[in-house]
């Protein structure tokens, strides 16, 4: 892992990467590497996640090699979750994160011995799993039964956009988004209604200085770009034929050519995946992306490389 803290005056690190999947500003629209119009962007993904819902825990697991419920854990360890929190969890329709979430702070209840006191913080606890498709959200509510969560009122389902949400101001503790902002047609817009509704953090003075208490944390695990050479020599190095191929030929061929192939075999939809592929190469690499969080008006801004930038968690406080 590597965990870089964002200085304002440094200059972004664009990876070099080859023309065709160079990123475009957040206000050039994009679906994939084809230009679309803003009006049809939110509809064209949304018929992608409508067509990929049913099969998209599965899809994730085959893509990964199940390391997104690593990288899931990590994001959730990060956002250090309390008994009556209220957080917001956007892109979140299958409730992967926010399952983890309602985890943690039961798990943070069980070792207090449920004291007695503190009987009323679970019911004040708010987790809202919030998606812009209807079909993951039902994903979602269909996993929460099996988990025994269905009538758990500290699990809130919304249906809403990310670049316009319902929840009032200064209202959430918490802010996490995985593997969704990358689809949005605004990056800005998300970034600011996520500082807008997020509550102040609370900091406290410790030995090593100010200590986050709780509140004000901002969390984005995606998809992002490979930093470190030998991450990009790992893909498909057992075969002979690519032995001579540079490293990040052979991360784009798994990327363009194998996911797009699994997708088609396990779920009968090639370009929803294809598609998915395209959207990280359009994504901002890392030090772009955290400049776009700290001119939303964050603060702190770090992000942790994962598997050598393959994904990449952000995070930035609102003080």
Not at 190 to 214: F, I, N, Q, T
């Amino acid at each position: 892992m590597a965990l870089k803290l964002v200085s304002r005056k440094l200059g972004s690190k664009f990876l070099p990467m080859l023309s065709s999947t160079s990123p475009l500003h957040s206000h050039a629209t994009s679906f994939g590497f084809k230009h679309v119009r803003e009006e049809e962007k939110s509809q064209l993904v949304g018929n992608v996640f409508s067509s990929v819902a049913s099969n998209y825990d599965l899809m994730n697991d085959l893509m990964s090699g199940g390391l997104h419920r690593l990288w899931k854990d990590r994001l959730v360890s990060m956002l250090n979750p309390f008994p009556g929190m209220k957080h917001l969890d956007v892109a979140g329709g299958t409730g992967d994160v926010a399952f983890r979430i309602l985890d943690g702070i039961s798990s943070i209840k069980r070792r207090a011995n449920q004291d007695p006191i503190n009987d009323h913080l679970q019911e004040e606890t708010q987790i809202h799993a919030c998606d812009i498709n209807p079909n993951m959200l039902n994903v979602g509510r269909k996993r929460a039964i099996e988990r025994g969560l269905g009538e758990d009122k500290s699990l809130i389902w919304v249906e809403g956009d990310a670049e316009a949400l319902s929840f009032e101001d200064n209202t959430m503790d918490g802010y996490t988004i995985a593997f969704g902002i990358r689809n949005v047609t605004h990056i800005e817009k998300v970034l600011a209604e996520a500082y807008r509704l997020l509550r102040m953090a609370y900091l406290v003075r410790g030995s090593d200085g100010l200590v986050l208490k709780h509140g004000g944390r901002f969390l984005c695990l995606e998809l992002s770009h490979v930093e470190v050479p030998v991450f990009k020599e790992l893909t498909l190095h057992h075969l002979s034929c690519f032995k001579n191929v540079p490293f990040s030929c052979r991360y784009d061929y798994y990327s363009f050519s194998v996911i797009p192939a699994v997708g088609e075999l396990v779920a009968g939809d090639r370009d929803s995946y294809q598609y998915l592929v395209e959207s990280i190469r359009r994504f901002p690499p890392q030090e772009k992306f955290a400049s776009m969080i700290a001119d939303a008006g964050f603060q702190k801004v770090e992000y942790e490389n994962l598997v050598g930038g393959v994904v990449a968690i952000h995070s930035g406080l609102k003080i």
